[in-house]
């Protein structure tokens, strides 16, 4: 089992891009949530998905967007990018049934916008 | 609010000595407490959880609620535990997790 894989593992965009990063989540697992973890800081809760649909989401403007597909895979859209945007960004997979064993995480998909 | 706090940025202890990372949190409800971890190049993951009040590689921790504090603690620090902590906090509502802003753990032989 890879767990959790995340692509591309570097991007680097120039600001009023749009990017799109995408995760396959560990196998057995039906729920895919989005972490953006800037230098020297600990992971922040973007959104999460679960059944194709934004279940939660956190404190993080409509320029951040997902969408999860029937495999459970998932995409993490931002558009019009801005310099405060590069950051790691963190797919972490889980079962819906289990979150409370905690989640998978991916490696991440670091993020530079110049 | 819920928020997690880690006070110190990074800890320095030598092999053998003990070490206690410090987490306080902040939330209404009962909480549900994690510790991760990430070595060196590696992805971060889970080192243990307050539910099931184990032991892993020799990291304890006890959720006081009096405190609102979850320190990770361990008698007889090695080389091996040097990495970046994370204490996280996971509400009752939803599935997402709010993170302190972790400490470096530098165990010095």
């Known amino acids: 089992d890879a767990g959790v894989t995340q692509s591309p593992t570097h991007l680097i965009k120039t600001r009023g891009q749009q990017v799109t990063l995408r995760c396959s989540p560990k196998s057995g697992h039906d729920t895919v949530s989005w972490y953006q973890q800037a230098l020297g800081q600990g992971p922040q809760f973007i959104f999460q998905?679960?059944?194709?649909?934004?279940?939660q989401r956190g404190n993080f403007p409509d320029r951040f967007s997902g969408h999860q597909f029937p495999n459970y895979s998932s995409e993490l859209n931002v558009n019009a990018l801005l310099l405060g945007d590069s950051a790691l960004y963190l797919c972490?997979?889980?079962?819906?049934?289990?979150?409370?064993?905690?989640?998978?995480f991916g490696s991440g998909t670091r993020l530079t916008v110049v | 609010a819920q928020r997690v706090t880690q006070p110190e940025k990074l800890l320095s202890v030598f092999k053998g000595a003990p070490v206690e990372l410090k987490c306080n949190y902040s939330?209404?409800?009962?909480?549900?407490l994690f510790w991760y971890v990430q070595y060196s190049r590696q992805r971060l993951q889970l080192l243990l959880r307050h539910i099931s009040r184990e032991s892993i590689k020799g990291f304890t921790a006890d959720l006081n609620k009096g405190e609102t504090s979850f320190h990770l603690k361990k008698p007889f620090a090695q080389e091996e535990d040097s990495a970046m902590y994370y204490c996280a906090l996971k509400n009752n509502y939803g599935q997402n997790f709010v993170f302190g802003p972790g400490t470096r753990l530098s165990v010095l032989p």
């Open positions: 998905y679960y059944e194709e649909e934004e279940r």
């Open positions: 972490a997979s889980s079962f819906i049934g289990t979150a409370n064993y905690g989640y998978t």
């Open positions: 939330y209404s409800g009962s909480p549900e």
